[in-house]
């Protein structure tokens, strides 16, 4: 029995090392291609040469301070629409005929490409921080106002019956046994608002060529520069990808603690 | 005397938009000061409308609750509810959901601590102050739910069905658990259960209702000698308690069983 589970471990190495696998092995193809002549080098560079890059990326284009000027802005925006998405969700479960009336349209503007709206936000705010930040605050609000509502609504009846039970204020009710109850929730509306955010605001940043690492990707295109775009490009797809499985992790564990 | 808890007439009637569908007919009832009521019937007889009425869930309704002679509509700090499910609050440890009501009232932070470590021997769940409720078993959770009622030192408890959930040895455990936290309290409590033997081995009183609409249809006093405890079941009187509970009990189950069968086939 033991050595079958033995060979079994050995056979099925875990997900991680299947991804790595995966992914190394997509490079090693597009590798081939490219130095064979298959793909244009001008058009797809081989990923050596856009590894290769980075390191002109990290000396002479300030790849590390448009890293940290993209963040800051990032959570800066889920900071503001956590606050008025969490509020917004609120009402909407709390007064029954606007959650009719706008969970829907909530839902409908998640899946819709709110960076579009840019223009409008660059004429208020004018082409700075402000209106990336702005973006990001729109882009953010839809998963947050959404799990808020659905936390809200799905505190199981009796632990509202424990609290009235006690004779708890409304007030109390709520700070006390609502929000908490649908803390987990909210929270996970947080954690994909802010991936939400981190979207817009590259988006935004490429678009009005203003700000942290999408205009240092939109730069790098301009001058041609294309294996330092694709390694920008892979740097921003990598950063998000740890950053999903790092608040993923965050998220379980305060889960487990409580 | 005045009873500790006083229900008088209380009926009610849900409305559909079929029109109404009566739950209770007028149920009255006066409860002693330290006295263990239990009330039994089939499912659907409206025990648990009984209950959220006296506990104030319920607020439309026609008769009185009184408690000490003065009537009370909505919840009320002498009446304290345990439920059937599953309740802990699952993001406070043991002892921050025993100090729960406490924390509400605004009892300083180290009088309600100490309070709820008191409950958490009470219940026999003390070393496990600082555990999460996912960490510990349902019947400590239910435990720990018992001892947070406790906190607010209600006058009459009202449990329903606290140990529908829980396997036959651990309600039997906890069904001892109660009797002795009766008893050394002095409790005034009222249990609502389908259980039989349950309710001949805590109560001093059984109601049997019958099925909806329900009404109370024999009170069966139990005289077995105090302090209790799960041995009981074994003796010939207990015995002939839950035989004769059952007699009655038979015709208002089988109605129900009928009724629910029929709404599933018709």
Same mark, same amino acid.
């Given at each position: 029995?033991?050595?079958?589970?033995? =060979?079994?471990?050995?056979?099925?190495?875990?997900?991680? !090392?299947?991804?790595?696998?995966?992914? %190394?092995?997509?490079?090693? !193809?597009?590798?081939?291609?490219?130095?064979?002549?298959?793909?244009?080098? *001008?058009?797809?560079?081989?990923?050596?040469?856009?590894?290769?890059? *980075?390191?002109?990326?990290?000396?002479?284009?300030? $790849?590390?301070?448009?890293?940290?000027?993209?963040?800051?802005?990032?959570?800066? %925006?889920?900071?503001?629409?956590? $606050?008025?998405? #969490?509020? #917004?969700?609120? =009402?909407?479960?709390? #007064?029954?005929?606007?959650?009719?009336?706008? =969970?829907?349209? !909530?839902?409908?503007?998640?899946?819709?490409?709110?960076? $579009?709206?840019?223009?409008?936000?660059?004429?208020?705010?004018?082409?700075?921080?402000? =209106?990336?930040?702005?973006?990001? #605050? !729109?882009?953010c609000m839809p998963?947050?106002?959404?799990?808020?509502?659905?936390?809200?609504?799905?505190?199981?009846?009796?632990?509202?019956?424990?609290?009235?039970?006690?004779?708890?204020?409304?007030?109390?009710?709520?700070?006390?046994?609502?929000?908490?109850a649908a803390l987990p929730t909210i929270f996970n509306g947080v954690r994909i608002g802010l991936l939400f955010a981190i979207i817009n605001v590259v988006g935004v940043e490429y678009l009005i060529v203003f700000g942290g690492l999408g205009q240092l990707i939109s730069d790098l295109g301009d001058r041609f520069e294309i294996p330092g775009m694709y390694a920008g490009i892979l740097f921003v797809i990598l950063v998000s990808v740890c950053f999903f499985f790092i608040t993923e992790k965050i998220e379980t564990w305060l889960l487990s603690s409580k | 005397m005045t009873p500790v808890l006083r229900i008088k007439d209380v009926a009610k009637t849900f409305w559909t938009p079929n029109g109404g569908v009566r739950a209770l007919e007028p149920i009255s009832l006066d409860i002693r000061q330290g006295e263990f009521i239990s009330i039994i019937g089939p499912s659907g007889c409206g025990k648990s409308t009984l209950m959220n009425i006296v506990g104030g869930l319920i607020e439309e309704y026609e008769g009185e609750v009184l408690v000490d002679g003065a009537a009370v509509r909505g919840c009320h700090k002498e009446i304290g509810m345990v439920f059937q499910e599953e309740?802990?609050?699952?993001? +406070?440890?043991? /002892? &921050?959901?025993?100090?729960?009501?406490?924390?509400?009232?605004?009892?300083?932070?180290?009088?309600?601590?100490?309070?709820?470590?008191?409950?958490?021997?009470?219940?026999?769940?003390?070393?496990?102050?600082?555990?999460?409720?996912?960490?510990?078993?349902?019947?400590? +959770?239910? +435990? /720990? @739910?018992?001892?947070?009622?406790? @906190?607010?030192?209600?006058?009459?408890?009202?449990?329903?069905?606290?140990?529908? @959930?829980? &396997?036959?040895?651990?309600?039997?455990?906890?069904? &001892?658990?109660v009797l002795q936290i009766q008893q050394e309290l002095n409790q005034t409590t009222m249990l609502i259960t389908h259980n039989i033997a349950e309710a001949v081995q805590l109560s001093d009183r059984v109601l049997i209702m019958t099925f909806r609409p329900g009404r109370i249809l024999r009170v069966v006093? /139990? &005289?077995?000698?105090?302090?209790?405890?799960?041995?009981?079941?074994?003796?010939?009187?207990?015995?002939?308690?839950?035989? @004769? /509970?059952?007699?009655d009990l038979r015709d208002e189950a089988s109605k129900g069983l009928q009724e629910m069968e029929g709404a599933r086939t018709g």
């Open positions: 029995m033991s050595t079958i589970t033995h =060979t079994g471990a050995l056979r099925r190495p875990p997900p991680i !090392v299947t991804r790595f696998l995966v992914l %190394a092995a997509l490079f090693a !193809v597009w590798e081939a291609a490219s130095r064979a002549g298959y793909v244009s080098a *001008f058009i797809l560079p081989p990923p050596s040469a856009i590894f290769q890059s *980075f390191e002109m990326l990290f000396v002479h284009e300030g $790849l590390v301070a448009a890293f940290l000027r993209t963040f800051a802005e990032a959570f800066a %925006a889920a900071g503001i629409g956590s $606050l008025i998405g #969490v509020a #917004v969700g609120y =009402t909407l479960h709390r #007064v029954k005929i606007a959650g009719r009336a706008f =969970t829907g349209w !909530v839902a409908a503007s998640a899946s819709a490409p709110l960076v $579009l709206l840019y223009p409008l936000f660059l004429v208020i705010f004018g082409r700075n921080s402000a =209106t990336i930040v702005a973006m990001g #605050v !729109v882009g998963p947050i106002i959404l799990k808020t509502k659905e936390g809200l609504d799905n505190v199981r009846p009796v632990l509202l019956n424990i609290g009235r039970s006690f004779g708890l204020t409304p007030w109390k009710q709520f700070w006390m046994i609502q929000f908490p | 309740s802990t609050f699952p993001w +406070r440890t043991a /002892i &921050d959901n025993v100090a729960f009501p406490l924390e509400a009232a605004g009892v300083p932070r180290h009088e309600r601590l100490k309070r709820a470590r008191e409950l958490l021997k009470l219940v026999g769940l003390d070393g496990f102050e600082q555990r999460f409720p996912s960490e510990l078993s349902g019947g400590m +959770r239910q +435990r /720990i @739910a018992i001892a947070r009622t406790l @906190a607010f030192q209600p006058r009459i408890l009202l449990m329903d069905e606290p140990f529908a @959930a829980l &396997d036959e040895q651990t309600r039997l455990l906890l069904g &001892d658990k006093e /139990i &005289d077995l000698p105090r302090p209790r405890s799960s041995k009981l079941m074994g003796g010939e009187k207990f015995g002939q308690y839950v035989a @004769a /509970i059952w007699e």
